[in-house]
Each structure stands twice: as C-alpha cells, then as structure tokens.
C-alpha cells in the first residue's frame, strides 16, 4: 500500500473483558467497548461519524448472518450512521481498523469507529466448535479431512529439528503470556501458570499441550480513528498515530513467504524497521505462532530464537516484551474482536496506561512504537489474512 | 460524507447472467463476473491492488461463513491481494463500490476491484428463504412474528390513499421493468410481461400481485475502480466517475427521512441535482418500491407519480429513464450482487452500451450522469444501509 493522503490517529480504545458470559449478547459485548472506548476518547459519541463493525461468525452462532454492525450498534445508541460489516476470519478486527483507518486517510470523515465483537461461547459448545470450521475454503476442506492443530505441530516437528526449538522453549512462552494475562483485567485468563504446569497438561498434538492453546471467547474491543487535525481541536489524551495498517491474503507465488511479505511492506509504509519496535502483540492461537511470527518479523532469527526465549528477551522486563496483554493464550480469542484488543493493548502501553504491566520504553519513559500482526483463515494452505499494524506516539 | 482526497472512476464492469444455476458455485459466478470486468478494462489481472467482495448468505447457504472473498477470488486466479469482505444486506453490492472507491480516493491503491455474488437457489429452497430472514434483527424479530411482505402492503394502502396511486400504477412499474429486462441478456426473467398478466397474477398481499415482486436469484457483478491519473494511463474506454457513494444505516430521529437525507447528501458532494440525472437506477424489490424511490429521490412529487408513469416518462423513451437493467424484478436480485448490478447498466448507458435498452442524452448522444439507489436490512423499522451512487462521464 501507498502511503494515505492524510495522517490518522486513534484517541480512544475500549474493551468489554474477554471470558464466558453464557448471559451476554452481542449486543452487551459491543455496547461495552464502544462506551469504553468514547470515554476514552472523551469525545460525545455523535461526534462519530461512520463506523466499521467487525465479526466472524454471528450468522452461523446467533442467525444474525446480514447487518450485524446496525443491529449490535443500534443497540449501543447509533443511528444513522454509515456502517460497514467487515469480515477477514481472526484478523477481522485488524481489518476494521484499516478501513476506518483508511476512510479517516482518504478525508472523508474526521472521526470514525472501528469495533469486533464475537461471542463463542452456547451451552452447546459443539455448535461453536462446528462454525469455526468456515475459517477455510469449506467445499475443498470438506474433501480432506484437514485436522488444523495436527498439521500445525507437523510444522512444528520440522522447526524443531532444524532450529533447536525444544517443548520447553514453547512452554515457557505460553507461561510468560499467562503471567501477563495475569495482570490484565480484561484477560480470559487471569492465573499465572509454570513451565512445569504447562508441559503435564493434556497433549493435544505433540509438542502441543492443552495450556499451549488458546481457546473459545466473547469478548469485543474498540478504536476511535481520528484525523490528526481533528485529535489536535479536540485536545483529548495524547493520539497514537497509525504509522501504517497493511493487509495481504495467503502467499503469493514465487515471494518468499506471505508473512515476511506483510511486514517487509509495513517497515516500507511506516519508515521503520525490527529495531524500531519497542513492544509488540502478535498472533499466538497456540504458543509456538509466537516464535513464528517473531522470526518472521525480522525480530531475531529462527536460531537465536531458543535462547532469547531462554534470558526472557520478549517478557515485559525485556528487551521486546511480546504480548503484553498475555496474547491470544491468556487474554483470549474471540475471533472478530481479537485485533482490536491488539490495538488496545499497544496504545494502553504507548501511553503509559497499561498498570501492573506496563513496559519501559528504550528512549523514554514509556515505548514510542508498537506492532500488532493478527492473521486468520487459510486457503490451500495459505493464510487468508493476514496483518501488520505499526502505532507511533509523537514524543509527551 | 466529504470530498476524496482524489478523484475516482470505473474503468470496466462485468457480470455473471443472473438467474437460476443450480449447478454453478459461488466461485463459478465469482469468476466470470471479474474477468469480464477485466476484460472490459483492458487491464491485466495482476494490476488489480486489492479486493472488496461482497456476499450476504454464503454462511447459511453454503457453510462459507468466514473468508469469502479470500475462498472466491482465489479461484478466479488472484493470490496475495488484500481482500476485505463487507456486508450490508441489499445494499452490501454499493458498499463494496464504495469502500474501493474510498481506498482509491485515499490514494492507498490505485486499482480495486469491487465484486458482489450471491448464490441463493438450492434444491433446498426452503433453506434459502429461511438464511433471508437474517434481514433484520434476528433476536428482536424472533419475538414479533413480523411479515414483511404484509407491512409493505399496508404502507402501499396509505400511499393509495393518500396520493391517488392504483394497483395498475405498480403493474404498470412492473410491466416496464419486465420489458426492459427484455432487453437485457444478464436479466434473470427476459420475457415481456402485460399490465394484465401482472395484475391477474397471484395476490401475494394486496395490492402486491406475484410478478410485482422480485425473486431468489444466482448472479455476480464486478466494477474495476481506478484513480483518473491511472485511468488516464491506461487509456483505454472512455472512464465513468463516481461522484459521490453515500451510505446510511436506518432513520435519524427528528430528520424527515433517511433516504430523502441520503439523496440530499449525495447530490451535495456530488454537485449535482435531480434535473442533472439522465437515467437512474433503484431498488424495486416490489415494484411500488420504484415510485417511492422516485419521489424519495426528488423526481416528482407523490401526487404527480400516478400520471407520469400513464405518461411513460420513466420508460427507456421517456424523460427519466428508470431501471432500465429491468430492476430487482426483472434483472433479479442475487443479494450481493444487486448494487454492482445497478453499477455495472449504468456504465453501460452512460458509455452507450446498453444495446436494445440504451436511452438517449438529454444533450449528448447518451446519458451523462446516471444515479443508482440501493437499500437493504431493517432494524427497528428503518432500513439499515441506504446507499445512493452518482456516475457521471466526462464529454466524450
């Protein structure tokens, strides 16, 4: 992507807790982080003008299969708005901040509501279970008998043997998300969890154990996207500019991998690179992703990996703390709202609001630059979609 | 909304025959609707930048819930674009125009397409009708017993009363389209009909007769949007403008009426006004639904409908020349697909390509300025996404 014809910031974020609430609707879910996220922003919420609405799989879960973003939002006070429902398997919410982001860009309006909501969680979790199948191509997996979580640890078999990457290495990066998870009152998870408890949890797929995973959620999470000129006249919390929000599906032929594709355009975009990054939320459905996508972000290489896991380089006392929000593991995964957490979670840290886990930055008091990467679907064999976000703070 | 950041047009369109196919997938219609809009840019496939796709019932129909864009576009020969899937009922065809034609405004692409299918028939129909109760707000509905058909006839009666309109009006409206849909080799139903066998046709409920309605449908439809800068590089037919592309979800309390607000802010960034607009097209999914879009968009009064459509002023010779693609009931109504439709005749007719059906320019040879309506959903009894698009070609 090309660089936008104007500068965009988000001014606010807001999220309903991750967890399982048999007794919430969509519509409590997204109420509550759109509300967080307007007095976050400070704004009144008819200063909004248009908003993007991002869930996966309501029509499958609930019916509400058309509309669903002028249903959920009807209900928190809207109307009126120009709506649009986006979708893009678990990297929906990333996608709803890019086209908002994009709106905002292109001049259209100066403030703009990018919100995921999803609720997993029925008294028949099979149902669920069975709806999340729809993250692929449907007809052609249907002929397969594709089993996702075996042919993710056959993958990772092979890095294994080529890297020195152990079950351990894997069990200590779920143990440090848990530890953050633990210090976020929004986390699914909330209880710290050893090294040890991790590695005697049921195999699900070995080297993968139970705890490894990420599981079901409901959950949403909010942004309010905003013209820099705008979040100057309204003088709000500092704003955290939108360096760049790129997005890309599956692999293309002859490149060498869609994932180092995405981000080698986003530091393009942004005008960054690896080192830049200050403190990062990537996409960990089970543990290991974690490894991968640092690796692929040009954060270290495949073989380093072990041993930077080893001196606790990517905790929050770290050189890049990694999924401080304790990532798709601990914070949770409802699908259509997890990228948006992403976002809450890097502007929480870039202001110096995340609390108890709260990371130093490397030139100031808090970290000036934060990625997000969320990705989500597959098709033959390729991710469907798959982002990278970079945030930026202007010096406070 | 505001002005784009830079100009934006159309550069080619294409579509999928609508009609009933039940042995064609969504990725079938998908393809063919694409490629010719390809073919009808001039333009290589691997210039496209990006893709919005639109679909409303994959997830109930077919089990695609999540991805569709991604799964359909991949069979028609694309890897590696950013693909971003949106949803707005009726309307989600204009939606995934305009959010290319924001994406282009903002300068981030300067190709992308925008492609709408729907696969409604199945063996099964009963399965369809019931995925399109998902219109509305399914949990608030369930408890109401609600029936569209029967709210909009009673609305008509009023309308009956109140204005002079008659049962022979909408056959009338109806009669026409059916013969422009004659005309039309993409129409799904190419049969003249009389304002006899209209009204003698089965009462569905009164005044509304079976053929005054539209029905299922298969289809896709596809638009290449394009900066002007580009599309003056290329070179290649001559491209068509988008003036505007508004979208609203539902009514704003205490303003006369959604739509009549739609209208206005179209023709207010567009700089244009009704007496500016040579051929229109709008959402009939009954045929009385053309009358009130007519007045609705400014073109008459209510109280002068009756005898303009005596007049024959909104048939293909007439001074308005109104859905002229054959409309909702006549072309169909392959959800998704609808406002790409819309979008894809009056290309056509502004560029003098509409074969049988072309009308006249009221000063050029063809049509300058052309407007397409599109509406979908209800939530609480408003509509939930209003969308009104303006075309309009330079001098040729």
């Given at each position: 992507m090309k660089k936008l014809a104007r500068e965009v910031c988000i001014i606010g974020v807001g999220m309903h807790k991750f967890g399982k609430f048999l007794d919430k609707s969509l519509k409590d879910l997204t109420r509550v982080a759109v509300w967080n996220a307007i007095?976050?922003?400070?704004?009144?919420?008819?200063?909004?003008?248009?908003?993007?609405?991002?869930?996966?799989?309501?029509?499958l879960i609930t019916g509400q299969e058309s509309i669903r973003g002028q249903v959920f939002l009807r209900d928190?006070?809207?109307?009126?708005?120009?709506?649009?429902?986006?979708?893009?398997?678990?990297?929906?919410?990333?996608?709803?901040?890019?086209?908002a982001m994009i709106t905002v860009g292109a001049g259209v309006y100066d403030m703009v509501l990018a919100v995921g909501a999803e609720k997993l969680y029925l008294d028949d979790t099979a149902r669920s279970i069975a709806a999340m199948a729809a993250n692929t191509d449907v007809e052609f997996m249907a002929g397969l008998g594709f089993q996702f979580t075996g042919s993710y640890a056959m993958t990772l078999r092979k890095y294994m043997q080529q890297y020195g990457w152990t079950q351990e290495h894997f069990a200590r990066v779920a143990s440090k998300?848990?530890?953050?998870?633990?210090?976020?009152?929004?986390?699914?998870?909330?209880?710290?969890?050893?090294?040890?408890?991790?590695?005697?949890?049921?195999?699900?797929?070995?080297?993968l154990t139970l705890y490894m995973c990420a599981?079901?959620?409901?959950?949403?999470?909010?942004?309010?996207?905003?013209?820099?000129e705008m979040a100057r006249k309204i003088g709000g919390k500092l704003p955290v500019t939108i360096a760049t929000c790129c997005l890309r599906s599956g692999e293309v032929t002859g490149e060498d991998d869609g994932q180092r594709g995405i981000a080698r355009e986003a530091y393009d975009t942004a005008g960054l690179g690896p080192p830049d990054i200050?403190?990062?939320?990537?996409?960990?459905?089970?543990?290991?992703?974690?490894?991968?996508?640092?690796e692929k972000l040009g954060f270290c290489r495949a073989e380093e990996m072990g041993q930077l896991i080893d001196q606790g380089y990517f905790s929050l006392t770290g050189k890049l703390p990694v999924n401080t929000s304790g990532g798709l593991a601990a914070r949770g995964h409802p699908i259509g709202a997890t990228g948006l957490a992403q976002i809450a979670e890097l502007v929480w840290q870039l202001r110096g609001e995340a609390g108890a886990r709260q990371v130093k930055g490397r030139n100031s008091l808090y970290p000036r630059v934060g990625l997000a990467q969320n990705s989500g679907g597959y098709v033959e064999g390729s991710p469907a979609a798959l982002t990278v976000t970079i945030l930026k703070r202007d010096v406070a």
């Amino acid at each position: 992507m090309k660089k936008l014809a104007r500068e965009v910031c988000i001014i606010g974020v807001g999220m309903h807790k991750f967890g399982k609430f048999l007794d919430k609707s969509l519509k409590d879910l997204t109420r509550v982080a759109v509300w967080n996220a307007i007095h976050d922003a400070g704004i009144d919420a008819k200063q909004i003008e248009a908003a993007y609405f991002s869930n996966v799989l309501a029509g499958l879960i609930t019916g509400q299969e058309s509309i669903r973003g002028q249903v959920f939002l009807r209900d928190a006070g809207f109307e009126g708005l120009p709506i649009v429902n986006v979708e893009g398997a678990c990297a929906s919410g990333a996608i709803a901040l890019r086209e908002a982001m994009i709106t905002v860009g292109a001049g259209v309006y100066d403030m703009v509501l990018a919100v995921g909501a999803e609720k997993l969680y029925l008294d028949d979790t099979a149902r669920s279970i069975a709806a999340m199948a729809a993250n692929t191509d449907v007809e052609f997996m249907a002929g397969l008998g594709f089993q996702f979580t075996g042919s993710y640890a056959m993958t990772l078999r092979k890095y294994m043997q080529q890297y020195g990457w152990t079950q351990e290495h894997f069990a200590r990066v779920a143990s440090k998300n848990k530890y953050n998870g633990s210090l976020n009152p929004y986390a699914q998870y909330q209880k710290p969890m050893s090294v040890e408890e991790i590695l005697s949890s049921r195999v699900i797929a070995w080297p993968l154990t139970l705890y490894m995973c990420a599981t079901m959620g409901d959950g949403a999470a909010a942004a309010i996207v905003c013209s820099q000129e705008m979040a100057r006249k309204i003088g709000g919390k500092l704003p955290v500019t939108i360096a760049t929000c790129c997005l890309r599906s599956g692999e293309v032929t002859g490149e060498d991998d869609g994932q180092r594709g995405i981000a080698r355009e986003a530091y393009d975009t942004a005008g960054l690179g690896p080192p830049d990054i200050e403190v990062a939320e990537v996409h960990d459905a089970m543990a290991p992703g974690e490894m991968f996508r640092i690796e692929k972000l040009g954060f270290c290489r495949a073989e380093e990996m072990g041993q930077l896991i080893d001196q606790g380089y990517f905790s929050l006392t770290g050189k890049l703390p990694v999924n401080t929000s304790g990532g798709l593991a601990a914070r949770g995964h409802p699908i259509g709202a997890t990228g948006l957490a992403q976002i809450a979670e890097l502007v929480w840290q870039l202001r110096g609001e995340a609390g108890a886990r709260q990371v130093k930055g490397r030139n100031s008091l808090y970290p000036r630059v934060g990625l997000a990467q969320n990705s989500g679907g597959y098709v033959e064999g390729s991710p469907a979609a798959l982002t990278v976000t970079i945030l930026k703070r202007d010096v406070a």
